[in-house]
Each structure stands twice: as C-alpha cells, then as structure tokens.
C-alpha cells in the first residue's frame, strides 16, 4: 500500500489566505478502478487562478470542495494502469491536484507528453503549458498585434507577461511593461527586451498614468491586464481609438472581500475600444498549433521564459504565496518529484 501526501483545503480564505485555511494530509491510496490509472506527479503547477477555486463564488469552475486536495495543473509519470491507453511510467499532463499521487478515472482530462521533445518536463507547465498558450492564443486572437502598435503589459515579469510582451515585440509592437520593483523593471528591458518598465510598487493611480503618459507619448493601442484594480484604470486612461484591452486577469483583486471594478469606463466608449475577457480553457483543441509556434520561437532564440520552481510538498503554502507577495520570478512550480 502506498501513501499520498496531499495539501487539502479546510477553510474558504476570508481575503489573503492563511496557513490555517490549509492542511498537509496522508492517506493510503485507493484501489484503481477498471479504466482508472494513478500517476506519480512531479511537478505541480502553482496559479493565481486557484486563489478563486477556493473560494465559493460563482465562477467558470466549481469551488474545491472543502477536504480536497487543492486543484492543480500536473505533470507526472502513470505508476500504475488498469487502461490500457495508458501504461506504467508514460508522462502525462492534466488537471489534478497538489498531491503526490492522483487517480485518473477513465476518461479523466489527462494527455500524455513527450518530455523527449523539451529541456524539462516543466515546460508542459510554462511555455508549452497553459501559460503559454494563454500568451500566445489571448495575444493573436484578442490582442491582434499590428506592426508599430503600442503594447501595454501588467504584471509584466510574470510567467504569463513576460510572454505576452515577448510575442508582441515579434509581432513588430512597442512594448510598455508595469512589474513590481526595481529588479523586475530592469529584468523586463534587459532580458525580455521590453522597451520600456514601470514599477508601480508604492505609486497612485495618478502617479501612474503620468509614467504611462510618458512612457506610450502616442497612446496605446492594445492592454494585456493581468492585474486589475488602479493600474487598469491607470492604463485606460492612455487606451487610443478602437484600441483592444485583454482582460486575461485580475491578480490585485483576488484576495479582496469586495470586486474593485473599473471607473474609467468613459474611455472605453469615447474612443471606441473593445474589452474582452480571455480564458485558456476554450483553446486545448488548438494546443498543437500553439505548441508548435512557441517551440519554433524558443527554437530561434526570440523567447526567453524562466521557472521558480520550489521543493516539496510541505512547502505549499508559502510557494503559492509567492504569486501574491511578487516573490516568484517566472512561473511558480512546486517541485514534488520522488527523492532525486
Ligand atoms: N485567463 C486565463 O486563461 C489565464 C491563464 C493563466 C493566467 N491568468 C492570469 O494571468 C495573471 C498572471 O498569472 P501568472 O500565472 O503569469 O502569474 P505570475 O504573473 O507569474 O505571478 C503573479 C504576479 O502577479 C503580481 N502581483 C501579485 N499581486 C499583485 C498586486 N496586488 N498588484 C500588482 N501585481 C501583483 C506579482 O508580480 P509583481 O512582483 O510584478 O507585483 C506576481 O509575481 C493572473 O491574473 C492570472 O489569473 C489567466
């Protein structure tokens, strides 16, 4: 019999999450089911996403249910199989959870992956992952790049940003991007070759739509906001005619009691801009073709992506509290592998 170390939760947040809203349990695995396979996970995908699967509000997926192990992305290798479209030790990616092992009942949204083909079986998490295929699916489809447009990125350094304005830069845009510090703002120049940064650590709304004014003089024509709160509405304020604003997310709101809003909406209609919300989750029929562009890109050297990979189950909790203290450079990964 084997056990399973799962990172359960055992409390709705009320606001930022607390240690006590969590609980490492272990249990002994159950028996497979005809059709079910159980995979060893060894790399668990850290998002600001799950923040809003642990609370109960009406959403695009149902809440975790108190007593789960939190949902998560995951890469691992199939331990045991009673499918036989799946055998011992093939990669799989899917949706699981932050748990050493999962059941896979038959069915289950899990696909195998060569990790012949990558640096890392990682990647299937970042670049090649949901990550990427958000940058890269929200910036063609939604964001439309054009040559010479101006490109405005929030919560820029992240795993998500620091694709989206890498992909806007081959698609011949000007790239603004808004991170939190000093060393992510020069990190945005320096090693994704953005053309311009701006901190927003400790700034007002009128503060920064000063440095955006400065840093976008003929205005912006396309917002990939992954933050919410004043830097959108900072950012609004700059939107030009028929501009394009992707609402990809909202990481400042994700830990308050109450929805923030935006109160620049008047932009929006005076100079005639669309806004549309993005979800990865309608494009995993389109992954291949995804793939296949950010590998060709990768390939050439024209992205640059990084991993924050973190070790060990038990250090759940403050890895995924990283996404929300800025602490992660690149995208979060827990580090759940069996001892190296
Ligand atoms: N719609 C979709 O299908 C989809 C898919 C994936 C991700 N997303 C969204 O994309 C966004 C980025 O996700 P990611 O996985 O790439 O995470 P990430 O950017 O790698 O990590 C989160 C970052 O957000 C910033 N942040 C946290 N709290 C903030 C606050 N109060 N104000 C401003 N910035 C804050 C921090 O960077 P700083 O140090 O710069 O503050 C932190 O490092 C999130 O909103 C997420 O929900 C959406």
Redesign the pocket.
Do not use: H
């Given at each position: 019999m084997t056990t399973n170390r799962k990172f359960t939760l055992v409390k709705r947040p009320d606001g930022e999450p607390k240690p006590g809203d969590f609980k490492l349990v272990e249990e002994e695995l159950p028996e497979l089911a005809d059709g079910a396979f159980l995979v060893r996970n060894h790399y668990i995908s850290l998002?600001?996403?799950q923040r809003?699967w642990m609370s109960d509000a009406e959403s695009y997926m149902p809440p975790i249910a108190l007593g789960d192990a939190v949902r998560a992305s995951a890469v691992g290798r199939v331990h045991a199989s009673k499918n036989p479209d799946f055998a011992e030790g093939q990669w799989v990616v899917g949706l699981a959870a932050m748990e050493e092992f999962s059941v896979v009942e038959a069915g289950g949204f899990t696909s195998p992956v060569d990790v012949s083909l990558v640096p890392s079986p990682t990647n299937f998490l970042s670049v090649l992952g949901?990550?990427g295929m958000?940058a890269y699916f929200?910036m063609i489809e939604d964001g439309q790049p054009k040559e010479g447009d101006t490109l405005l990125v929030?919560?820029?350094?992240?795993?998500?940003?620091s694709l989206v304005g890498q992909i806007g830069k081959i698609k011949g845009c000007r790239v603004i991007g808004?991170?939190?510090?000093a060393d992510?703002c020069a990190r945005l120049i320096d090693h994704y070759g953005f053309d311009a940064a701006i901190d927003?650590?400790g700034k007002s709304q009128s503060e920064l739509e000063a440095e955006i004014a400065a840093a976008a003089p003929d205005g912006v024509d396309i917002i990939w906001e992954?933050?919410?709160?004043i830097?959108l509405d900072a950012g609004l304020t700059a939107i030009n005619e028929y501009g394009r604003v992707v609402l990809?997310?909202?990481?400042?709101e994700?830990n308050s009691p109450e929805p923030v809003g935006i109160r620049n909406l008047w932009y929006l209609v005076s100079r005639q801009v669309t806004i549309k919300?993005?979800?990865?989750?309608d494009y995993p029929p389109r992954f291949p073709e995804g793939i296949a562009q950010m590998g060709q890109w990768l390939a050439e050297g024209k992205i640059k992506h990084d991993e924050d990979i973190v070790r060990g189950i038990e250090n759940s909790y403050d890895a995924f509290m990283?996404?929300?203290?800025?602490?992660?450079q690149?995208?979060?990964i827990l580090d759940v592998s069996p001892d190296k």
């Open positions: 998002d600001p996403a809003g949901a990550v958000t929200g929030t919560g820029a350094a992240g795993a998500v940003g808004i991170a939190g510090g992510k927003y650590r992954n933050v919410g709160g830097i990809c997310g909202l990481i400042s994700y919300g993005f979800l990865v989750r990283k996404l929300f203290s800025g602490g992660n690149g995208k979060l």
